[in-house]
């Protein structure tokens, strides 16, 4: 029987002998159910064959159960009072790497390079400081990496933002930024009940796997996320009326053509619009590019 770091009497003794004090500025809740940790782990399906990266160990908790599972992982935590606590908790694991760092200051391509085989599937496994979410997420994103899934937990309601599909009232630009190039689902939701401390915001875990090739094919990806962005600047507005308010007022008989060209109602909201909606209203916008 393996003594689980997450066991709460187990925790409360680890903190109370390092003298550690949680800090807020980071988003420290830390996983003392040995069920959900179970669950996450499962979700993520690991293998001796996966390589995982961890954002924020904390003290090992879901680190323990990743490494029981033999993949490789590395884990980056950016308080530096942790690291001779994981280096305590988790010592006994040859299968571990850990940087202490800031996850949105590194260049993971280069520490892609440091797994024992750079060449397996990479998977993100994490409960994140939800304070940095979706910086996180850009950040995995921007990086071009080729991962093969995040099974992330969150606060419930950016998970939902997240997996939103058109015609939502949560379904806007951080769900077209992520669904463009991956799959988006919601696992299975948490209670604030299973942390400590608890936060005072219920979760989720995220589900989410790389698509083989973006959703849609457009001339400029950067213009379609510009588009995104001015469609739901003011989401009770008609579509042309941001459409106006991002290109001019000037441009409204212009937009309104291309509006009719490629069948789209001028006085819908971008809410209703699907990815390929957008690829397409994208396209014929082109010219407005500066
Ligand atoms: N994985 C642990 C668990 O589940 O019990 C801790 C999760 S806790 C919600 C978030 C962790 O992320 C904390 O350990 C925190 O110090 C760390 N963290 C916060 N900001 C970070 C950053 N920018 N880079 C790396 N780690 C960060």
Redesign the pocket.
């Known amino acids: 029987e393996i003594e689980r770091i997450?066991n709460i009497i187990r925790t409360q003794d680890i903190l109370r002998r390092h003298n550690f004090n949680f800090?807020k500025?980071?988003?420290?809740?830390?996983?003392?159910d040995q069920n959900i940790?179970t669950k996450i782990t499962e979700t993520a399906g690991l293998t001796k064959e996966t390589n995982v990266i961890?954002?924020?160990?904390?003290?090992?908790?879901?680190?323990q159960y990743l490494l029981e599972s033999s993949a490789e992982v590395m884990?980056?935590?950016?308080?530096k009072s942790?690291i001779p606590i994981l280096e305590e908790t988790l010592f006994n694991y040859n299968n571990f790497q850990l940087v202490s760092?800031?996850?949105?200051?590194v260049d993971l391509n280069e520490y892609i390079q440091k797994f024992e085989h750079p060449d397996y599937p990479l998977k993100v496994v994490?409960?994140?400081?939800?304070?940095?979410t979706t910086p996180?997420l850009m950040h995995l994103i921007n990086s071009k990496i080729p991962f093969d899934e995040f099974v992330v937990?969150m606060q419930k309601e950016v998970a939902d933002r997240i997996a939103a599909k058109p015609g939502n009232k949560e379904y806007g630009g951080l769900s077209i930024a992520v669904q463009y190039y991956m799959e988006a689902e919601v696992a299975f939701t948490v209670s604030r009940t299973v942390?400590v401390p608890a936060?005072n915001v219920d979760s989720a875990i995220l589900k989410m796997v790389r698509r083989e090739k973006p959703l849609v094919e457009v001339k400029d990806e950067d213009w379609l996320f510009k588009v995104v962005k001015i469609a739901f600047a003011h989401r009770r507005k008609t579509l042309i009326n941001n459409l106006m308010q991002g290109f001019g007022k000037e441009a409204k008989p212009e937009i309104e053509k291309i509006l009719l060209k490629i069948e789209i109602a001028p006085s819908i909201r971008a809410e209703v619009l699907s990815i390929q909606d957008f690829a397409i209203l994208a396209d014929a916008l082109i010219k407005f590019k500066k």
């Open positions: 997450s800090k500025k980071f988003g420290q809740n830390f996983l003392t940790l961890e954002i924020g160990p904390g003290i090992g908790s879901l680190t884990a980056f935590e950016i308080d942790l760092a800031d996850i949105l200051k994490a409960n994140l400081p939800y304070y940095i996180i937990m942390f936060p």
